[in-house]
C-alpha cells in the first residue's frame, strides 16, 4: 500500500480514498461479522425495491391450505387465506423499507439542520432547540403516535415514514450539533472565517463531510426504531389495514390465527418476526462497523 | 522493621512487556544501589523506561508488562521481586511510599481525602485512628496547608500544589521509610515547583528517609538529589554523585544532554540540542548499544556488544568509548 | 435553598410544562377527531330529550369541555379540570371517573416495569462487572455479545418469542392475562401463586430487553474506572482488596443512573405491547383499547399518566445522582 509520488492534487486525493477504502476493507475482513451486516441491510435494500416484482399483485390463495406450519412446498407456511407466508414477508418488505427510507431521509434534514443551526447560532436559539428536542425524546413516543393514530390515519409508508422521521430526527440533532460545538471549540469554524470563507462554504466543505459519518451512524439508528415503531403500531391494530406488511402479519397471527395458543400458525407469526430480526441486526452490525472506521480509538490497529 | 532509613539493592533486573511482536524490554539489566538516607534523582526522556524501574520497586509492574530477571532487594523486606500476595500489599504503604505525578488524579473522587486516610488505615492494620488523623494534619500542617480543612474536602476541589502534597502526605504517613517520588513537579508551576523541591529536601532529613525521585527534569534533580543516575532506552547508561556527573559527565547522552540546556548567561547559540530521537519499546535494538545512532563517539564494537557498566571512582558508566579511554 | 431543592425545582418546573405541553396536544386531539364524537354525543342526548344546556354539561363532564364554545374558552375548561384532577369520565364505563379508572390499572403497569428495571439491573450490572474483568477471554465477550443482542430485538418481537417458546410450544408459564380468575382475590396463596406465575413472563420480558443496556453500560463504565489512576494508586498504597473493589463499584455504578431514568422511560413506552400481548390491565391496554373503543377521555388520561411517570422518574433518577456524586455537588454550588 504504498502512496505514489506523483505531484498532481488529483492523483494524492484519489490515493488517499483508496487508501481508505483499503482501510474499510480490513476493518470488514477482520470481524466478518460486519460484512455480514452490509450484505443484511444490502439484501433487504433488494428484496424491498425487487421482491414485489416476482409476485403477481395479489397473491394466489389456496382455500385448501389455510393456516398451515411450515412444509416444504411453503418454508413458512400459509396465512388465512392459504397464502404463502414467505411470499408475504417479501412482498410486505417493500412498505418497511420505504417507509424507512422516508424516515431516514426526514431525520437527516431536519437533524442536521436543526443540529448546525443550534451548534452554529448557540445562545437563546440553541437552547429552545435543546429544550424541545429533549422534551421530544422524553415523552413516550409509542403511547404519543398512538394517540395521534386517531386524528390522522398515517397508514401510507409516505405519511407513516412522514410521522415517524418528524419524531425522531432528535438524536441526529443532538449528534450534529455536539459535532459543530467541538469544531468550534477546535477553532476550526474561527479559522475558516479568518480566511474569508462565507458560511454556506464552511458548513458545506469543512463540518459537512466531517459529521458525514456520525450522521449517518445517528440515522442508521433512528432507522430501527422507526421500523420498530411502524410494525408495532400496524401490529396493534390502531391503523387501517394498508398492504401485507410485516406488521399487520403480525397482528393477523396473533390476533386472528391465534399463532400463540396454536402451533399450526407458527411459522406465519415467526417469518416477519425473523425478517425484523434479521433487518434490525444487519442495522446495528453496520453502526457497529462504522463506529470502528470512523472512532479511531476504537481501532485496534 | 527497620526504624532507619533502609538501602535499596537493584541487580540486574530486566522489566519486559508483551507486544505483538514478543516480549520486549522495557528496563535492560539495571543495577543501582541506594544508600541509606540518601536522595537519589534518575533521570530520563518518556520512553527511557524510568517509571516502570520505579514500579519495580514495589513490584507492581503493571499486565502486559512483567519483572523477568533480576532482583530489587529493600532492607527489612528482602527481595521485593519475590514478594505476592497479602506481603506485598502490607509492604506497599508501609515501608514504601509511592508518591504520584501531580497531574494524576490520585485520589479517589467520590471520597473525601479523611475517608481515604481512614481506607488506608484500616487496610494496614492501624489501631489508633484518630492518632494517624493527628499525624496526617501534622504533615499537612508542616506542608503549609489547613490539615483538618483538606481532609474534608474531595479532589476535585483542590489545587494540582494541594493534591501532590496530599499524596506526600499519604506516603508518609504509615511511617515509611523508602519513599518513591515519580515526576513530583512535573504540571506544576515554578513557584509551586520550588516549594515541593524544598519540602522534599527537609522531610527526607526530618525522617531520615532513603529517596527516589524520578523525572525528567534535570534541574530538579540538580535541586535535591545526592547521586544522579540518568536511563536511556531502557538502559542505566551513568550513575554517580549529583555534581560530578553534572559537572563533568563522562557518558555521551549525558553529555548531550547538558549541552542541550541554555545557560542563563553566555550565548544561547551553545547550546545544542541532540540529533535524532530516542528509542520506543519496539525500536530499541536488541544488540549494541542503545544509544549508537545518535553518538559522536560511535566505534564498531558499539554495533555488536551492549556497553558494560563499568566502575570509575566514585562513577560508574556503560560506554565503549569511555572505557577505552578511562583504561587507555 | 440547598443545591437539592434547587434543582429540584428546576426539574418540577420543566416536568410541569412538559406535562401542560402534553395535556394541550391531547387537548388538540380530541377535539380534532374526525367524526367530532362530542358534537355526536351532544345531538345524541338533544334527541333523547335533554335540554341543551344539560346536555352541554354531560359533554362536558365526560370530556372536560364543552361541544361549543371558543376553542379558548374549551381550552381552559380542559385544563381547569386537569388542575383539579378531574379528567372527565370513562364513556365506556358510565358514571366512572377516570382518574378513578387510571388509579385501579396504574398498578399493574409500574409493578412489573419496576420488577423488570430492578432485575435487569441487578443481573446486569453483576454481569457487567464480570464481562469488563473478562474482557480477553470468551466468556467476557460471550456476555457483551449478549448484551448487544438483547438491546436491538424490539420489546414485542422479545415478548412473542417468549410466548412462543415458553406458553405455545413447552407450555410451562401462562401468557393470558394477570391471574388465573378461578382464584379469590385476596391475600390467600392460590391468588397469590397465580398472580407470580403469570407475572413471570411479562417482567422477564421488560427485564431481558432492559438487560443489554446495563450490562453494556456497566462493562464500559468498568473498563474505564479499571484505568483510571487512583485505582492503580490505591493498590500502590497498599489498600486491602475489598476497598478497593469498593472504590471500582461506586465508581463505576455512578453513570449508569444517567440511564435509569431513560431505561425507565423506555419501559414505560413499551408496555403498550407487552400488556396487549400479555393481557395485562395496566395503562398500556388501556390506552389502546380506550383508542379502539373511541373512549377518549380515557385515552387521554392514560397517555398523561404514562407521560407523568416518565417524567417523574426522569426527576428521581436526576436527584439521585446528585445526591451520590459529590463533584456535581460543589460544581453547582460554585456558581
Not at chain 1, 176 to 191: K, M, N, P, Y
Not at chain 3, 82 to 90: A, K, P, Q, V
Not at chain 3, 316 to 332: N, W
Request: hydrophobic content about 50%.
Amino acid at each position: 500500500m504504498s502512496a505514489t509520488l506523483i505531484p498532481e492534487a488529483g492523483s494524492a486525493t484519489a490515493t488517499m480514498r483508496r487508501n481508505f477504502w483499503q482501510g474499510v476493507w480490513r476493518v470488514m475482513k477482520r470481524k466478518p461479522s460486519r460484512m455480514a451486516g452490509v450484505v443484511i441491510v444490502v439484501g433487504f435494500a433488494f428484496m424491498g425495491v425487487f421482491g414485489p416484482m416476482f409476485f403477481p399483485e395479489h397473491l394466489p390463495g389456496n382455500v385448501e391450505a389455510i393456516t398451515q406450519p411450515p412444509s416444504w412446498e411453503h418454508w413458512f407456511g400459509t396465512d388465512p387465506q392459504g397464502r404463502d407466508v414467505l411470499a408475504l414477508v417479501i412482498t410486505g418488505s417493500r412498505y418497511v423499507l420505504l417507509c424507512a427510507a422516508v424516515t431516514a431521509l426526514i431525520t437527516v434534514v431536519v437533524g442536521t439542520g436543526l443540529g448546525l443551526f443550534s451548534g452554529f447560532k448557540r445562545g437563546r436559539w440553541d437552547t429552545v432547540i435543546m429544550r424541545v428536542t429533549d422534551m421530544k425524546l422524553t415523552i413516550p413516543g409509542l403511547p404519543l403516535l398512538l394517540v395521534l393514530a386517531t386524528v390522522w390515519k398515517f397508514g401510507s409508508p409516505i405519511q407513516m415514514g412522514l410521522v415517524l422521521g418528524l419524531l425522531g430526527w432528535g438524536g441526529v440533532a443532538r449528534a450534529v450539533r455536539a459535532q459543530t460545538l467541538s469544531l468550534r471549540e477546535r477553532g476550526f469554524i474561527e479559522a475558516a472565517r479568518g480566511l474569508g470563507l462565507s458560511t454556506g462554504h464552511i458548513v458545506g466543505k469543512e463540518l459537512l463531510p466531517s459529521m458525514a459519518p456520525y450522521i449517518a451512524m445517528n440515522m442508521l439508528i433512528a432507522v430501527t426504531g422507526a421500523v420498530y415503531a411502524q410494525v408495532g403500531l400496524f401490529f396493534l391494530g390502531v391503523l387501517p389495514y394498508e398492504s401485507d406488511n410485516w406488521g399487520v402479519m403480525l397482528n393477523l397471527a396473533v390476533f386472528q390465527a391465534g399463532a400463540m395458543i396454536q402451533p399450526n400458525a407458527l411459522g406465519y407469526l415467526m417469518a416477519p418476526l425473523l425478517a425484523i430480526l434479521l433487518l434490525t441486526l444487519g442495522i446495528v452490525l453496520v453502526v457497529d462497523a462504522m463506529d470502528e472506521i470512523f472512532n479511531p480509538r476504537l481501532r485496534e490497529e | 522493621m527497620p526504624e532507619q532509613a533502609p538501602g535499596v539493592r537493584i541487580g540486574g533486573l530486566t522489566v519486559v512487556y508483551k507486544t505483538s511482536a514478543g516480549e520486549l524490554p522495557a528496563v535492560r539489566d539495571v543495577s543501582l544501589t541506594l544508600e541509606p538516607g540518601t536522595i537519589t534523582g534518575i533521570v530520563g526522556e518518556s520512553g527511557s523506561g524510568k517509571s516502570t524501574l520505579a514500579l519495580s520497586l514495589l513490584n507492581a509492574v503493571q499486565p502486559p508488562g512483567r519483572i523477568a530477571a533480576g532482583s530489587v532487594e529493600i532492607d527489612g523486606l528482602g527481595d521485593v521481586a519475590g514478594l505476592r500476595g497479602e506481603q506485598l500489599r502490607k509492604a506497599r504503604g508501609k515501608h514504601i511510599g509511592y508518591v504520584f505525578q501531580a497531574a494524576q488524579n490520585s485520589l479517589n473522587p467520590l471520597k473525601t481525602v479523611g475517608k481515604q486516610l481512614l481506607d488506608l488505615g484500616r487496610s494496614h492494620g492501624v489501631e489508633d485512628l484518630p492518632g494517624l488523623v493527628r499525624e496526617a494534619k501534622e504533615l499537612l500542617g508542616r506542608m503549609g496547608l489547613d490539615g483538618a480543612r483538606v481532609l474534608d474536602s474531595h479532589q476535585h476541589e483542590l489545587s494540582g500544589g494541594m493534591r501532590q502534597r496530599v499524596g506526600i502526605m499519604l506516603a508518609l504517613v504509615l511511617n515509611a521509610h523508602l519513599v518513591v517520588l515519580d515526576e513530583p513537579t512535573t504540571a506544576l508551576d515554578m513557584i509551586t515547583q520550588a516549594n515541593i523541591l524544598k519540602i522534599i529536601r527537609e522531610v527526607h532529613a526530618e525522617r531520615g528517609l532513603t529517596t527516589l525521585v524520578i523525572t525528567h527534569d534535570i534541574g530538579v534533580v540538580a535541586e535535591v538529589a545526592d547521586r544522579l543516575a540518568v536511563m536511556y532506552g531502557g538502559r542505566l547508561v551513568e550513575q554517580g554523585p549529583t555534581r560530578e556527573v553534572l559537572g563533568a559527565p563522562s557518558h555521551p547522552y549525558t553529555r548531550g544532554l547538558i549541552k542541550a540546556i541554555p545557560r542563563l548567561v553566555g550565548d544561547i547559540d551553545e547550546a545544542r540540542a541532540l540529533p535524532g530521537r530516542p528509542p520506543t519499546l519496539t525500536t530499541v535494538p536488541d544488540r549494541g548499544c542503545v544509544f549508537r545512532d545518535r553518538c559522536a563517539l560511535r566505534m564498531d564494537v558499539c554495533d555488536t556488544e551492549d556497553p558494560a557498566a563499568v566502575p570509575h571512582g566514585s562513577r560508574i558508566v556503560a560506554c565503549h568509548a569511555v572505557t577505552v579511554k578511562e583504561h587507555a | 435553598m440547598t443545591l437539592i431543592a434547587r434543582r429540584l425545582a428546576g426539574h418540577l418546573a420543566r416536568g410541569f410544562v412538559m406535562i401542560l405541553v402534553v395535556a394541550t396536544i391531547s387537548f388538540f386531539i380530541i377535539n380534532n377527531i374526525p367524526g367530532d364524537p362530542m358534537a355526536a354525543r351532544f345531538e345524541k342526548l338533544i334527541e333523547q330529550g335533554m335540554s341543551p344546556d344539560a346536555a352541554a354539561q354531560s359533554v362536558k363532564v365526560l370530556y372536560g369541555f364543552q361541544p361549543d364554545g371558543t376553542l379558548w374558552q374549551q381550552y381552559l375548561d380542559y385544563m381547569g379540570g386537569l388542575l383539579r384532577l378531574d379528567l372527565g369520565e370513562s364513556v365506556t364505563r358510565p358514571g366512572t371517573p377516570v382518574l378513578d379508572v387510571l388509579a385501579e390499572k396504574a398498578k399493574w403497569t409500574v409493578l412489573p416495569v419496576l420488577a423488570g428495571t430492578l432485575l435487569s439491573f441487578l443481573v446486569g450490572v453483576i454481569l457487567g462487572v464480570y464481562a469488563a474483568i473478562k474482557r480477553t477471554g470468551k466468556l467476557g465477550d460471550a456476555l457483551a455479545i449478549s448484551g448487544s443482542l438483547l438491546h436491538g430485538i424490539p420489546q414485542y418481537v422479545l415478548a412473542m418469542l417468549l410466548v412462543v417458546i415458553f406458553a405455545t410450544l413447552i407450555p410451562i408459564l401462562p401468557a393470558d392475562g394477570p391471574v388465573d380468575i378461578l382464584f379469590e382475590p385476596g391475600f390467600n396463596a392460590g391468588y397469590i401463586g397465580s398472580l407470580a406465575e403469570h407475572a413471570v413472563l411479562p417482567v422477564v420480558t421488560y427485564a431481558l430487553s432492559a438487560y443489554g443496556g446495563w450490562i453494556l453500560a456497566m462493562k464500559s463504565s468498568v473498563v474505564t474506572v479499571l484505568g483510571d489512576d487512583f485505582i492503580l494508586a490505591a493498590e500502590l498504597r497498599g489498600m486491602k482488596r475489598s476497598i478497593v473493589f469498593r472504590y471500582i463499584a461506586r465508581n463505576a455504578i455512578l453513570p449508569l443512573f444517567t440511564i435509569l431514568a431513560l431505561s425507565l422511560g423506555l419501559l414505560l413506552g413499551g408496555a403498550v405491547f407487552i400488556e396487549k400481548i400479555f393481557n395485562y390491565p395496566g395503562l398500556g391496554l388501556l390506552l389502546i383499547d380506550s383508542v379502539n373503543d373511541r373512549d377518549y377521555a380515557t385515552m387521554g388520561g392514560a397517555f398523561l399518566l404514562i407521560t407523568v411517570a416518565v417524567i417523574v422518574a426522569n426527576i428521581v433518577a436526576d436527584l439521585f445522582y446528585t445526591v451520590i456524586d459529590p463533584r456535581v455537588r460543589s460544581g453547582e454550588e460554585a456558581r
